[in-house]
């Protein structure tokens, strides 16, 4: 039953350093990654011409993390956060995600982690505008067969979460882009994930939303359930949130603070 590589409280649990913990470190009792690439490269081939999106990437991201990747446009953030959301797969090198290797997994393990494990936040907001937010929040767990009575309670409890509980019947239109985007991260939390991966979650957002938004990221990280937050963004502000922040250039990373 005991595995050893889930081990945790070792308060002795060293720091991880550039982005990669050794084995002789995991093997010393610091909890293991829930993330670990290697090598990782994502190269696109489009009319005889290779773009080259990601490559030489290794990286360790460790439970409970609140991890930026800043980069200008093009420098291969959205491509990073698809191969860590299991929608992509790398095109050499290796995505351990819990126990699970990414690039060889099946179909139907993919989308069990994607479906279960991954909480996705856009942008966009992505809402269903002829829905509530509760509605929004509550869809998210019609795959998983939750009873009509459990999806209502818990999409009130997320909403009152992520501090919307008064606005749990509106619509997308009657809401601000902050508060959608709110909406929009509750229903990311709808089936318990362990990591929520943010693609420019601010983008559309005015500062303050801004600044709202990554706060509630940040907050998602104490309590019981508390999950792995990765977050794409090209702004500096937004990415000084983060516990750890790494940047990205053209598909390589080149610093990590
Ligand atoms: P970012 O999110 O940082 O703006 P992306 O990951 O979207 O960067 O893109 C990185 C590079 O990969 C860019 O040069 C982009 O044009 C290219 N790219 C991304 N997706 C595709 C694709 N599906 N086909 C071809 N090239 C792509
Ligand atoms: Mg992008």
Known sequence: MNDAHHGDGDEEATAMDAGTMDEGEME??????IYSLRGVERRYERGGSTVLALHDVDLDIAPGEFLSIEGPSGSGKSTLLQLLGALDTPT????RFEDNELGSASDSVLTRIRSQEIGFVFQQFNLIPTLTASENVGL????????????????????TRVGLGERAEHLPSRLSGGEQQRVAIARALANHPRVIIADEPTGNLDSESAEGVMTLLDELR??????????ATHDADVASHAGRRLRLRDGAIVSTT
């Not at 010393?28 to 990654?33: K, L, N, Q, Y």
Request: glycine letters at 8%.
């Open 140 to 159: 998210a767990m019609v795959p998983h067969h939750e009873p009509k009575a459990n999806r209502r309670q818990r999409s009130a409890d997320l909403l």
């Open 28 to 33: 010393a009792g610091t909890a293991s990654p």
């Open 222 to 231: 104490s309590g019981d359930d508390a999950v792995t937050i990765v977050v």
């Open 92 to 95: 050499a090198g290796t995505i």
